[in-house]
Nanobody, 116 residues
Framework: QVQLVESGGGLVQPGGSLRLSCTVS????????MGWYRRTPGKSARELVA????????NYADSVKGRFTISTDDSENTINLQMSNLKPEDTAGYYC?????????WGQGTQVTVSS
């Protein structure tokens, strides 16, 4: 069983920045894949924002390349998403995701609203 708890969301003006964190309840050395997804208003499906495989290079959606950075902090057991130059279309619920032992785990999400 893995618990994921996201934090760091909020209201920000266009062009602003936020840093999201996802605290993981198990040792992150056990994880092969970690991802951030978002669900925008009016859509039922989550879309991939950024992901990283253990020891691999990060992968980003085209819409966030150059603005978002995914990273991990093994000492804090967190998966982080640094978001810069935010746009209104980035408004969404953001969720972290890890597969572990053939199960797919999601956090409860954190809301990001970009508005003036």
């Amino acid at each position: 069983q893995v618990q994921l708890v996201e934090s760091g969301g909020g209201l920000v003006q266009p062009g602003g920045s936020l840093r999201l964190s996802c605290t993981v309840s198990i040792n992150m050395f056990s994880l092969e894949y970690m991802g951030w997804y978002r669900r925008t208003p009016g859509k039922s499906a989550r879309e991939l924002v950024a992901s990283i495989f253990s020891g691999g290079q990060p992968n980003y959606a085209d819409s966030v390349k150059g603005r978002f950075t995914i990273s991990t902090d093994d000492s804090e057991n967190t998966i982080n998403l640094q978001m810069s130059n935010l746009k209104p279309e980035d408004t969404a619920g953001y969720y972290c995701n890890v597969p572990y032992r053939r199960k797919n785990y999601w956090g409860q999400g954190t809301q990001v609203t970009v508005s003036s």
